[in-house]
């Protein structure tokens, strides 16, 4: 069993930075695939960015590459999303997951254990 807990978001203008940090328990967190997913208003959960349990694959959508950067540290138990260059478009609820044996990093039904979310907002 696996419980993440997501931090860092909040309001921020467009242009403009945040950080989002999911912190896992267990110990075989680094045994683990983990994802950034995203909710907007009144649209379906979608994909933002994977890495892979060992951290060499990253894997991003579109409309976040260049921009987000995803990582993760073993030793803390942790991953990050770093977002930069924030729109607008980017407002939502952003989830972490994670999952064993995950072959595409993209897909939402690959991982095992979610993450309640944290509200980021975009302002223009």
């Known amino acids: 069993q696996v419980q993440l807990v997501e931090s860092g978001g909040g309001l921020v203008q467009a242009g403009g930075s945040l950080r989002l940090s999911c912190a896992a328990s267990g110990r075989t967190f680094s045994s683990y695939a983990m994802g950034w997913f995203r909710r907007a208003p009144g649209k379906e959960r979608e994909f933002v960015a994977g890495?892979?349990?060992?951290?060499?694959?990253?894997n991003y959508a579109d409309s976040v590459k260049g921009r987000f950067t995803i990582s993760r540290d073993n030793a803390k138990n942790t991953v990050y999303l770093q977002m930069n260059s924030l729109k607008p478009e980017d407002t939502a609820v952003y989830y972490c997951?994670?999952?064993?044996?995950?072959?595409?990093?993209?897909?939402?039904?690959?991982?095992?254990?979610w993450g309640q979310g944290t509200q980021v907002t975009v302002s223009s």
């Open positions: 997951a994670a999952g064993v044996g995950v072959r595409s990093l993209w897909s939402q039904g690959e991982y095992n254990y």
């Open positions: 890495i892979s349990w060992h951290g060499v694959t990253t």
